[in-house]
């Protein structure tokens, strides 16, 4: 049976989550083909705090946000974001509740190369019919420092500032969460720590919320909390993470029979 972790904001109460899953369970194809991708997890991740997901190649890091994020279903146990239970949500208003209470980075960029940095920050918005804060979206760019790329085309930009207009545009809508798939995974060392910087800033700065699967664990260093997965299953957690304590903890998760 999966362990329960409960997470809690800085004053101690456990209700201060911005997601949670309980018992979540994932399974693939059916009889031979059968595969248990997630084996009733459960997990909280706190308001205002940045979490880093790691865990061997297989483990059901990627499946576990994916699941939490609404963009794959649930096979069991549920999941939500805030007050709102995913399982049983129609098309229609999880596209909504994404749309307004997500926000997704990933290794691709994903930007339209057509639009300029400034108009593919507020392109969710504006297909939602969503007026943009001006002050919020300043803030936003003013700490990503791209003040003065805002009238550039994707191609008129280096990885490491097509990320950071990747993750303006999802702090753009204010989400209740923010989801990184290996947000670094397509940088240069130096780009991806200006990244990290950033997703550690806006949790700090701009009281956002950050979960981030990683393989890096330099890059999990900058979380305030590492929950590892092995086999589908949480395998326990790391708070205030330094990256040799990271990658002793997952040298552990490796070799069979020192999961704890």
């Known amino acids: 049976m999966s362990e329960t972790i409960p997470e809690t904001s800085e004053g101690g109460a456990a209700d201060a989550v911005a997601a949670r899953a309980e018992d979540l369970t994932k399974v693939y194809g059916q009889g031979e083909t059968e595969v248990v991708a997630l084996d009733r997890v459960t997990v909280a991740f706190g308001r205002g705090r940045f979490t880093a ?56 960029f994903n930007l339209l190369p057509t639009l300029t940095a400034s108009e593919n920050i507020t392109l969710p918005l504006d297909i939602a019919g969503r007026r943009p804060d001006p002050g919020w979206v300043e803030r936003i760019v003013t700490t990503l420092g791209l003040a003065r790329r805002l009238g550039h085309r994707p191609g008129e930009l ?7 207009v990747a993750l303006a545009r999802a702090l753009a809508g204010r989400p209740a969460i923010i989801f990184a798939d290996e947000p670094t995974g397509n940088l240069d060392s130096r780009a991806g720590a200006e990244v990290l910087g950033f997703l550690r800033d806006s949790v700090r700065d701009l009281g956002q919320t950050v979960v981030m699967v990683t393989h890096d664990p330099v890059a999990a260093s900058y979380a305030d909390r590492v929950v590892f997965l092995a086999d589908g299953r949480v395998a326990g957690e790391l708070h205030e993470p330094t990256a040799d304590r990271v990658l002793d903890r997952v040298k552990a998760l490796d070799s069979p029979g020192t999961v704890s």
């Open 53 to 108: 997901i790691m865990g061997p190649s297989g483990s059901g890091k990627s499946t576990l946000m994916h699941c939490m994020a609404g963009l794959d279903s649930i096979s069991a146990g549920s999941s939500r974001i805030e007050e709102v239970e995913l399982t049983g949500l129609d098309d229609r208003r999880l596209t909504r509740l994404r749309r307004d209470r997500i926000g997704f980075v990933f290794q691709a």
């Open 158 to 164: 280096s990885g490491g500032q097509q990320q950071r």
